[in-house]
């Protein structure tokens, strides 16, 4: 037998039975040839490598998960996840199109990389109407119809409309659904279906979606799971008492790990293998969390040649040192060794090549103090409406504080909120909306982003006018980003030139850049698990509860406008 390269004396995970076994693994080109267990005598091999009782599983799989949360390219990505023993990705880049539409879906399908990076069509963009946030791009059904046709495009993205969804038959995200229905009828369709449950869950089912991604919670792992639904478990839903349910129920089939957003500096330290080891951490099985990153993903995306150690499937696999502790010490993409423990990665990433206008896409004016004073009909208290932010995860609620009157205008900068203004980026219509923010920041300063899921418009919050101005024209001066301002002072800067959302630097020195924002907002008082992500989320209109856009504060179930002053119209 002749083969290409052989593994001896691994201990190879068996998808099947789900066990470890000693055995030997013949790769020919890019492909599993023969796994035996059998000692053979006459084998030649251009390579062997004696695993010496290393753990042999298949390539992590991630597949629902979207590349500009990580801030960077296609290529720089590859190269970084890589390393994290991850060998296939489903992206959704609904950022990209957001900000750039089509063409920044071609830029991105464009990249080449050596991981295998399938796509999803984004069926949010926006993620409401343009009547409740302005976006650059625009996905309708006849750009669906286009990228239908692509052959990286596998899945619909997560459909995320509540509204339109659940109560408007003829919207478009209803359009979208029966177009890839009727046109490629066994596409995957990802949902993002947060608190949803009885009736309203059956109707989101009855569109056609069949996953969700979203923060879980037993009830509606136990709920959705048994409604038919395939559940996809990021990092806030990988808890003990979740992952009790999916053991006492052996809901391992129905379910997959993912990562969804990764940003760029927990990037320099895991991705998707992070979650698989906090999986085990949380009660899992080391077996069946391995099997809930390989195998499930694979079948819930329609693959057939991948996710398994089985002749016939690609020859992506990992060798572990440690099983329980997912030690990874080789990574292998087809059959070739791409990165070792504690070397660098083998193939060096390509410089991203985009468009010369995706560096220049913010278009709007500067702030002015002027603009953050708001004259008032009452003359002591006026009531004013608040999000509210939590110390964990991205939901809010809406509450409403009084704020004293001086002189006509509110006080606002004494009220202990901060105020947040969305500023629409894209040169279409200039509208600036305002919205007040609770539990955000305790000392003066403002943080301000281009990186606003999902519209990315321009958004700064703050405590001081002073600040605030000035970090939005730090922002502008470097075409988007982070920026987090403290006395008129620039205290940290996360440069993403391309279309206010990516970086082209290398992921180590956006990883670093990233970490000093972030470190910059726990001074400030943020405080939340995840300060960029929670930050970068308020204005994201389908997250429960309140949030926030270039056309106002709004209520994400019912989409109703909030007023930022009770009373007061700006």
Known sequence: MKADLAIINAQVFNTFSKRFEKKNVFIVKDKFYYITAEEIEDYQADEVVDAKSQYLIPGLMDIHMHIESSMTSPSIFSEAVLTHGVTTVIADAHEIANVFGMEGLEAFFSQPSVMDIFYAIPSSVPSTT?????????????????????????????AMNFNGIVNEPDSLIRQILRTVQTERAFMPLEGHVPRVSGLELSKFLYAGITADHTHQSPESIYEKITHGMFLEFQKKSITPENISVVVENHFYEYMAIITDDVMADDLLSGHLDANVRLAISCGMPAEQAIYCATYTPARRMGFQDRGAIIPGFKADFLLLKDVEGFEIGAVYKDGKLVYTQGEDIRYPAVKPDFPEHFYKSLNCRLLTAEDLRFKVTVSEKAVVNVIKISEVGTFTEHVQHEVSVVDGFLDWENSGLALIVVMERYGKTGDIAYGFVDKALYEKGAVATTWAHDHHNLMVMGTSSED????????????????????????????????????????????????EVRQAMRRLGYRNSNEIMSFSTLSLPVSPVIKITDKGMMNVRSQIMIPLVEGEQY
């Open 130 to 158: 343009p009547e409740l946030e302005t976006t650059g791009g625009f996905i309708g059904v006849e750009e669906v119809k286009q990228l239908l046709k692509h052959p990286k495009v596998i899945a619909l993205g997560e």
């Open 468 to 515: 605030i101005v000035a970090a939005q024209k730090q922002l502008l001066d470097m075409q988007g980003g982070y920026v987090v301002v403290q006395g008129g002072e620039v205290q940290a800067v996360c440069p993403l030139p391309v279309g206010g959302i990516i970086s082209d630097a290398p992921i180590q020195e956006l990883g670093a850049q990233l970490m």
